[in-house]
């Protein structure tokens, strides 16, 4: 892995995902505000497939089979507390996110039971490799909130108002 300490590279992926947890924290609850729309839903999980490139990285890598348990466990599992917090209203004719007083607290009992979690697989596989694994598990459970969120947002649209197109 060159010349990075692994420990160094653990507490520093710990810190990146309580910085993350704590945006998406700030950015969520400033969007709640705004409007909500498609490209609003989708662009997360497709910023976030950008990750899959790490696996080029030949350290990265594990079996496929974990790969599939963990986006399983992400989108079964975690993806459901985001699931059960999130709903949508509709004010002016638009659709907006409610504001979740437990969003923030769910978000953050999800970063403590990965951090526990990632402590755990870190004793059996490498950094890299748990890294690569809870990428996994978080893209699967943010696509799960996602198809849950397209899906409600979908169906609160009236009958006669099309499914907005992005413009290009």
Do not use: C
Request: proline share 7%; aromatic share 16%.
């Amino acid at each position: 892995m060159g010349n990075i300490n692994p420990s160094l590279l653990h507490v520093g992926s710990t810190l990146g995902a309580v910085l993350m947890a704590l945006m998406v924290i700030f950015i969520r609850m400033k969007a709640s505000a705004r409007p909500v729309t498609i490209r609003k839903i989708w662009i997360p999980p497709l910023g976030m497939s950008t990750g899959f490139a790490m696996f080029v990285v030949p350290e990265v890598r594990f079996p496929w089979w974990w790969a599939v348990a963990a986006f399983l466990i992400g989108w079964f599992i975690f993806a459901y507390p985001l699931i059960r917090s999130t709903r949508f209203e509709e004010r002016d004719g638009q659709i907006y996110a409610q504001r979740s007083k437990s969003f923030a607290f769910i978000l953050l009992g999800l970063l403590l039971v990965r951090t526990l979690l990632h402590e755990f697989i870190n004793r059996y596989v490498s950094v890299p490799q748990s890294g690569g694994l809870f990428f996994i598990l978080a893209f699967g459970m943010i696509l799960h909130w996602r198809v849950f969120m397209y899906k409600h947002y979908t169906q609160m649209l009236p009958a006669e108002r099309p499914i907005p197109q992005p413009r290009v």
